[in-house]
């Protein structure tokens, strides 16, 4: 099956806003396929059973195989975790951008719609990818750095971090995130 990439953003975004159309660019000017599904965000829309209905379609679709990356921004590392190992699926690559799990704290509403998204499955997915790498920063504004941390020691087979990056967002200045391409093929 033919290499493809699903850019998946966090709550409350979009695959319209941060870094997500510069690498979304970056990779069609090199031929690749890529996918961006919106899913649903805000109270009473984003949850794991209504991410999980439309990451289902492409997976359905079996665009979701062994030669799929996954490049996931803040909630998106977990809920992908919690897809791929409840549909028992392998890929090839997952890059986790500030991923963190059952980390409460951020405020009421990000709190809510983040819940349904943790599992206490997490270390399983090291059966479903073999190579996992997680980038995080020291100063995080919405996710404690040993939160996320945390995340990466039980997922990542390696951890970068970044100083000074703030949630690696377009808020923290980036539009684009240099530092993935390495990692991409």
């Not at 995080?140 to 990466?152: G, H, I, L």
Request: contains cysteine; glycine residues 8%.
């Amino acid at each position: 099956m033919k290499e493809n990439y699903f850019l998946i953003h966090g709550s409350f975004g979009s695959p319209f806003v941060n870094w997500f159309p510069w690498l979304r660019e970056k990779l069609e000017n090199d031929g690749e396929e890529i996918y961006t599904p919106d899913f649903p965000t805000g109270v009473g829309f984003q949850n794991y059973e209504n991410w999980k209905k439309l990451l289902r379609v492409y997976l359905e679709a079996g665009l979701i195989h062994e030669n799929t990356t996954f490049v996931c921004h803040s909630i998106a590392p977990v809920f992908v975790c919690k897809f791929l190992i409840e549909h028992q699926v392998k890929v090839k690559k997952l890059l986790f951008v500030c991923g963190f799990n059952n980390y409460f704290g951020i405020n009421e509403e990000y709190d809510t719609v983040n819940g349904t998204m943790y599992t206490d499955a997490l270390p399983k997915i090291k059966e479903y990818c073999s190579e996992i790498i997680c980038f995080y920063t020291d100063n995080d504004p919405y996710v404690k750095m040993d939160a996320e941390s945390e995340f990466a020691r039980i997922v990542a087979t390696k951890e970068i971090v970044i100083s000074g990056g703030g949630h690696l967002n377009r808020e923290s200045g980036y539009d684009a995130c240099e530092f993935l391409l390495p990692y991409l093929r």
